[in-house]
């Protein structure tokens, strides 16, 4: 009967540790899929923070460009101007077209001034523009005969 009992304690002692065996596989794998969920819910969580400050951006960035209107100049250059009642004290300023487009300020830079009007250029996208503030006076040359 003890070599029965024993036989027995044997066969309960294998089940047992089957059993554990296949408990700590499961617990394995439920930790696997918990830290592969967790690197998803990582991801996730960068992905929102990344559009939301995209988002942050595109509203800045229409607030921005609400302070500005587009003018052309008599040269037909045109560029965006900042409107007076909206300048909080900055000063009167340009800035390039192409980059507005982009949605990135990057103010004129005088160049040279002259005869009414300045070059400008661009620092980001090196657009070089002529801007005179009123039309060019215009001489007509059958009126002209009389005095040279």
């Given at each position: 009967?003890?070599?029965?009992?024993?036989?027995?304690?044997?066969?309960?002692n294998?089940?047992?540790?089957?059993?554990?065996i296949?408990?700590?596989?499961?617990?394995?794998?439920?930790?696997q899929?918990?830290?592969?969920?967790?690197?998803?819910?990582a991801?996730?969580?960068?992905?929102?923070?990344?559009?939301e400050?995209?988002?942050?951006?595109?509203?800045?960035?229409?607030?921005?460009?609400?302070?500005?209107?587009?003018?052309?100049?008599?040269?037909?250059?045109?560029?965006y101007?900042?409107?007076?009642?909206?300048?909080d004290?900055?000063?009167g300023?340009?800035?390039?077209?192409?980059?507005?487009?982009?949605?990135?300020?990057?103010?004129l830079?005088?160049?040279?001034?002259?005869r009414?009007?300045?070059?400008?250029?661009?620092p980001?996208?090196?657009?070089?523009?002529?801007?005179?503030?009123?039309?060019?006076?215009?001489?007509?040359a059958?009126?002209t005969?009389?005095y040279?």
């Amino acid at each position: 009967m003890d070599i029965a009992k024993g036989i027995q304690a044997l066969d309960t002692n294998a089940k047992v540790k089957l059993a554990t065996i296949e408990l700590m596989e499961k617990i394995l794998t439920a930790q696997q899929e918990a830290f592969a969920a967790q690197q998803a819910q990582a991801t996730l969580l960068e992905r929102i923070r990344k559009l939301e400050a995209d988002a942050n951006r595109v509203s800045d960035w229409e607030q921005e460009r609400a302070r500005y209107e587009l003018k052309e100049f008599p040269t037909g250059a045109m560029a965006y101007v900042l409107k007076g009642n909206v300048s909080d004290g900055e000063p009167g300023h340009r800035i390039c077209p192409a980059c507005y487009q982009d949605s990135r300020k990057s103010i004129l830079q005088t160049i040279s001034r002259g005869r009414g009007g300045e070059v400008v250029d661009c620092p980001r996208c090196e657009v070089r523009l002529t801007l005179v503030e009123s039309a060019p006076i215009r001489i007509d040359a059958s009126r002209t005969s009389g005095y040279y």
